[in-house]
């Protein structure tokens, strides 16, 4: 069974109006939010990837999107803490240039 070009382009134009839905979003997200939805959109996209070519694309990208949420998550985790490093440092920086 063949799709005819009308079903081609409703189906293209739906994929651009949800990629452009998808941006606009993610504004008013946290920071953490976005980069666990981000890990868990790659890791599905992935997991589909190698899914199909193992035979199941859907188990792929279940367990491709659990593995991108929490690495997304622990990424978020990471900067966090770099950030709060370098607070810390530049805070006693700014004490002993105080004195």
């Known amino acids: 069974m ?16 949800v990629c452009a839905s998808a941006g606009v979003g ?16 790659m890791g599905a996209a992935g997991g589909a990837i190698i899914g199909a070519i193992a ?5 792929g990208a279940a367990a491709g999107a659990g593995a991108g949420l929490i690495g997304g ?4 985790q ?5 950030q709060r ?3 810390q440092g530049y ?3 700014y004490q002993k240039g105080a004195q």
């Open 73 to 76: 998550y622990a990424y978020d």
């Open 78 to 82: 990471y900067e966090k803490s770099k």
């Open 55 to 59: 035979g199941n694309a859907g188990l």
């Open 2 to 17: 063949s799709c005819g070009k009308n079903t081609k382009r409703t189906l293209a134009a739906a994929m651009v109006a």
């Open 85 to 87: 490093s370098y607070q």
């Open 91 to 93: 805070a006693a920086g």
């Open 26 to 41: 993610c504004s008013n997200m946290s920071t953490t939010q976005q980069r666990t939805l981000s890990g868990g959109a």
